[in-house]
């Protein structure tokens, strides 16, 4: 089945705890992009790969670190969290970084930093 | 700039009613637009996209959209809602900018559909 999973699905951890999001996707998409999910805010993005080794900021990308080291995997990274790094995170893929491509999403990881 | 507004935070219609969701955008270029669901505590799906083809865009679950240039507009139909339509719904814009390649999400309309 073609998909996108994300690991953890929940997870609380302590303010300043080194922390790593997992990415996957099996359909050999070359695109992949991280987003947050806040109340009223809708997705904002964090950062994009558009393929290996090619990674990008997107609108919110303070506090984070991404890596493409593999096509398929795609690991978000909080160095220090901050309880403002609370929310729902998203992962995306795509075929390519045309405008016009569908973006097919994980399920999402409710973070919650204390 | 690109920009997407989604005039209407929340709408609630009863079932077997008309169902419109409401989005504006600004964009530069010529923009590629899209509406996703988001079903509770589930990831986002697309429900329709608008690629510069025809106008008006037919996607899942009798959803349609119809791309209006003048006014800036992609609002959201569907002419029955159904209870299983409860869900949050985003519209988004992607094109490339001067700032490079862009997607940009709506705040969000939550539906909720009365029995």
């Known amino acids: 089945e073609a998909q996108v999973t994300q690991n953890p699905r929940y997870l609380i951890t302590v303010t300043g705890k080194k922390l790593t999001v997992t990415c996957s996707q099996n359909?050999?998409?070359?695109?992949m992009s991280w987003y947050r999910q806040d109340p009223g805010l809708g997705l904002r993005q964090i950062y994009y790969?558009?393929?290996?080794?090619?990674?990008d900021k997107g609108d919110v990308p303070e506090g984070y670190k991404v890596s493409r080291k593999e096509k398929r995997n795609f690991p978000l990274i909080l160095e220090s969290p901050s309880p403002n790094q609370t929310s729902l995170y998203f992962c995306?893929?795509?075929?390519?970084?045309?405008?016009?491509?569908?973006?097919?999403f994980g399920p999402g990881t409710r973070l919650l930093v204390l | 700039a690109q920009s997407v507004t989604q005039l209407d935070s929340h709408v609630s219609v009863s079932e077997g009613t008309p169902v419109l969701l409401r989005c504006n955008y600004s964009?530069?270029?010529?923009?590629?637009l899209f509406w996703y669901v988001q079903h509770p505590n589930k990831g986002l799906q697309l429900l329709l996209k608008?690629?510069?083809?025809?106008?008006l865009v037919k996607g899942i679950n009798g959803f349609e959209a119809e791309f209006k240039k003048s006014e800036t507009s992609f609002h959201l139909t569907k002419p029955s809602a159904h209870m299983s339509d409860a869900a949050e719904y985003f519209c988004?814009?992607?094109?490339?900018?001067?700032?490079?390649?862009?997607?940009?999400f709506g705040a969000g309309t939550r539906l909720f559909v009365k029995a």
């Open positions: 359909m050999n998409h070359e695109y």
């Open positions: 608008y690629t510069s083809a025809a106008t």
């Open positions: 988004v814009v992607s094109d490339v900018g001067t700032g490079g390649f862009k997607t940009i």
């Open positions: 790969s558009m393929n290996v080794e090619v990674t």
């Open positions: 964009s530069s270029y010529s923009p590629s």
């Open positions: 995306a893929s795509s075929v390519g970084l045309a405008g016009s491509e569908t973006q097919y």
